[in-house]
């Protein structure tokens, strides 16, 4: 039933009460709290089509998927490729549900952003006096402000994001000066982890060690193995029903030097001037750019052209965006992954990030299963493990 | 570090074709594609967009900073325009790739666009700030183009399907009669496997399933829980699904395998499963240049009637296999493409076991040859179906 407020709430608004056409999985599952098998990565799309004037949906689906949508009290229709292809029989769904949608006459609000040049011409043409509204502003508005029952998923989300790499760890710790554990199975080990505590599923996967670390993404194409003595950084994201962490954390396998020391503590010291200056209806320019002058004071490398953080919910990134030329402001509900990027001595990129939730008077960390501040140290030496 | 690129493919395509003086992408198919690069994060990260321009003579990607070094070290050896993190990500790299283009290439001429993946608000902002060119549609031709793989492409796909294949069956090599198992194990035990062989390690659908009884009457088991296994044992004497896609060099496996959780398999699981190979052996007499993928799907259709199996016809039959897990042309009822020397697709044959409608499948990759198909990757002889140990 709460879905499907979601859904009153932006379509059956007073006046403007309008028939609705959604493609957006991010969308779609934050207006149903349906969670849909790698959406963005599929050839599949998927799509919501309803009236606003009585709340009623329809979800349009793959006859692949048939069986995933198990709580929500909507109208299900699936599609098969033999009608047309994956894009041609999604079209011709969409199109045969949009006819049989009361509120439809000639206009229609979509989420303009997600349609592409094909499909939108494909509905022009079968519809020459269509009138298109884009609601993509409006949902992501809404979005930005998390429920109870959303931050609760994202608390989950992030603990879990945690606890996945504390027991990666704990199978590399042990082993760091044998030749035991391959980066691949390292990342594996991540993966595992996050799904034993109870991801739904796992999406970016990325592990970078040593100077490598100095490019973001380092895809792993061979059996290199955990090397002592330098910094590993690994990035990734989970699910938990819909809702998403983005992990970010950098360890170091073996004992640190002094200037790798300095290097992470560095970075936590900037993370820790930036939390203090989070808090609801702060500017996120003002945000950025006093962090980054800050950052030129202290004499850290900070990596400010690479953005400091985003929103979290029901897509891994989305609005706000932490970037310098954002005008909007901070307010209490939304919840932020919030990172900082600085150098390392072989220029490798550290960065540990947390989910927050803003307060009127601050924030509550919601990933606080361990706390970062001091390196995380891959150590011990054990015969076998 | 991925060095391989297919833009000399582009570039040649546009050499060979006058009707557009450069192409315009924009999707990350056609980017893991063009630039040898397949970040899977691009389709969900709005905070990111990345684009690419290909004339002839010159070559641009406009990504972000934090990208650049990635591309780089990928091999990306032309002109990158970088971006700084903003709120509006999408909107300033066309403005960047529309500065290039204005800078490159001379006025009245055709841009190729592919229509089908382009997001229209790019397609307004381009059409809005570079009037004077003219938007032309290439995306059969381009998907074409990806669809015949060449030799570093179809190497790719080969280990991909090799990795794979090779994995669950050291996976199911660890599966007894007389050992409890949860799908949750199996699923991992796949993941390892295949990577343990060589297969590069990938988020998202780089996944394996491992279901039986109820939870294989649908391809998704479990939602909101995708491809992770429950922790429910398999019983014994069951069949179970096995499926993993894997990742090489950029390049997708999609395999698909079934066995018996019993050193002895039953009557009716021996005649369905020997059914469902026949089937496989008798499409693959059909699979050849100039035969049309709706065709064989027919074909498919009406042996599998003659062998009584309950063929999921809704799924299809196959499809290609690329850079996505999942590609054109597809073996369906309404796909006309004609197949060609150097396509590589899956023949996907799922039937519902007669007791239970449980979907158990078999995937195998092929390659076209000249006159006919090669399986790629298989590990053993599945037309046998694999029982488990007694023990171990």
Redesign the interface.
């Known amino acids: 039933m709460k879905s499907k407020n979601k859904i009153e709430q932006i379509f059956s608004n007073g006046a403007n009460k309008r028939a609705f056409l959604i493609k957006s999985p991010a969308f779609i599952t934050y207006l149903t709290g349906v969670s849909f098998p790698y959406p963005y990565q599929s050839p599949f799309l998927i799509a919501l089509v309803g009236n606003g004037s009585d709340g009623q949906s329809t979800l349009i689906i793959p006859v692949e998927w048939d069986g995933i949508v198990n709580e929500w009290n909507g109208k299900v229709l699936t599609y098969s490729v033999n009608d047309g292809g994956p894009g041609g029989a999604y079209l011709k769904k969409v199109i045969e549900t949009l006819e049989s949608c009361s509120d439809f006459k000639q206009s229609l609000s979509l989420d303009y952003e997600s349609w592409t040049v094909r499909e939108i011409k494909a509905l022009q043409q079968k519809y020459p006096k269509l009138k298109i509204t884009n609601c993509s502003d409006e949902i992501n508005l809404a979005r930005m402000i998390k429920n109870e029952k959303e931050i609760e998923n994202l608390r989950q989300a992030a603990i879990i994001a945690d606890r996945g790499l504390i027991g990666a760890f704990n199978h590399v710790e042990g082993t760091v000066t044998t030749v035991c554990y391959t980066l691949s199975e390292f990342l594996e080990r991540v993966r595992v982890h996050a799904i034993e505590f109870g991801a739904n599923w796992v999406g970016d996967l990325n592990l970078s060690q040593g100077k490598d670390g100095s490019a973001w993404y380092t895809p792993i194409t061979d059996f290199s193995v955990v090397e002592e003595g330098n910094m590993i950084r690994i990035n990734y994201s989970l699910s938990v029903n819909g809702y998403w962490c983005v992990s970010n954390r950098t360890v170091f396998a073996g004992n640190p030097g002094k200037e790798d020391l300095a290097a992470y503590q560095a970075n936590q010291k900037l993370v820790k001037y930036a939390e203090s200056l989070l808090k609801a209806d702060v500017k996120i320019s003002t945000f950025c750019s006093k962090v980054q002058q800050q950052a030129e004071k202290e004499e850290i490398q900070l990596l400010a052209d690479f953005g400091m953080g985003h929103g979290v919910g029901t897509s891994e990134y989305e609005m706000p965006f932490l970037t310098i030329d954002n005008s909007e402001t901070l307010k209490e509900g939304m919840v932020i992954s919030m990172g900082l990027k600085t150098l390392g001595k072989m220029n490798e990129i550290i960065i540990s990030s947390d989910i927050y939730l803003i307060k009127s008077d601050g924030y509550e960390k919601l990933s606080d299963f361990v706390n970062w501040d001091d390196i995380y140290l891959i150590n011990g030496v054990r015969f076998t493990h | ?2 060095n391989q690129n297919n833009y000399s493919k582009i570039k040649s395509y546009l050499k060979k074709n006058s009707e557009v003086d450069g192409i315009i992408i924009a999707d990350p198919a056609f980017l893991a594609y063009a630039t040898g ?1 397949n ?3 691009l ?6 967009c990345v684009l690419a321009f290909f004339s002839a003579l010159e070559s641009c990607l406009v990504c ?4 650049v ?2 591309y ?3 091999g990306w050896g032309d002109s990158v325009l970088a971006y ?4 509006a990500p ?1 909107e300033t790299a066309v403005n960047y790739l529309v500065n290039f283009i204005k800078n490159h290439l001379k006025k009245n001429s055709a841009i190729g ?1 592919i ?7 790019v ?1 307004d902002q381009l059409n809005r700030l570079l009037p004077e060119y003219q938007m032309i ?1 290439v ?1 059969e031709k381009l998907m074409k183009l990806r669809q015949i793989k060449s030799t570093f492409e179809k190497e790719n796909l080969i280990w991909a399907a090799m990795y794979t294949d090779h994995g669950i069956a050291g996976a199911i090599h660890h599966v007894a009669r007389s050992v409890g198992k949860t799908e ?1 194990f199996l699923t ?1 035990d796949i ?2 496997h295949v ?2 062989r ?1 297969a ?6 780089a ?1 394996a399933q491992a279901v039986s009884g109820d939870n294989a ?5 479990n ?7 429950r922790e429910s044992n398999f019983q014994e004497g069951k069949l179970i699904r096995l499926e993993m896609c894997g990742m090489y ?1 950029g390049y997708w496996s999609n395999d698909s395998r079934m066995l018996v959780k019993s050193n002895v398999i039953s009557d009716d699981q021996e005649a369905f499963a020997s059914s469902l190979a026949k089937l496989r052996t008798t499409a693959l007499t059909k699979i050849k240049p100039g035969v049309r993928a709706n065709e064989i ?1 027919e074909f498919i259709r009406a042996e599998g009637l003659k062998l009584n199996l309950n063929l999921c ?4 039959f196959g499809h290609g296999i690329g850079v ?1 897990p ?3 042309p ?1 073996i ?4 006309e493409t004609v197949l060609e020397e150097n396509m590589v697709i899956v023949l996907w044959l799922s039937a519902r076991y007669p007791s239970n409608e449980e979907i158990m499948a078999s995937k195998d990759t092929l390659l076209i040859t000249e006159t006919g198909s090669r399986v790629l990757g298989w590990y053993e002889n599945w037309d046998h179906t694999y029982t488990a140990a007694f023990t171990f």
């Open positions: 570090m991925w690069l970040l899977q994060s389709s969900s990260n709005q905070s990111q972000p900073k934090s990208l070094s990635t780089v070290n990928a700084s993190d903003c709120v999408q666009v229509e089908e993946a382009l997001p229209q608000v397609a549609d995306s949750k991992e993941r390892v990577l343990e060589g590069h390690i990938s988020g998202y659908r996944v009457r649908v391809m998704w088991p939602a909101p829980f995708f491809a992770v296994g060099n799907f016809v809704e799924f299809g996505e999942v590609e054109a597809f369906c009822a309404s796909d």
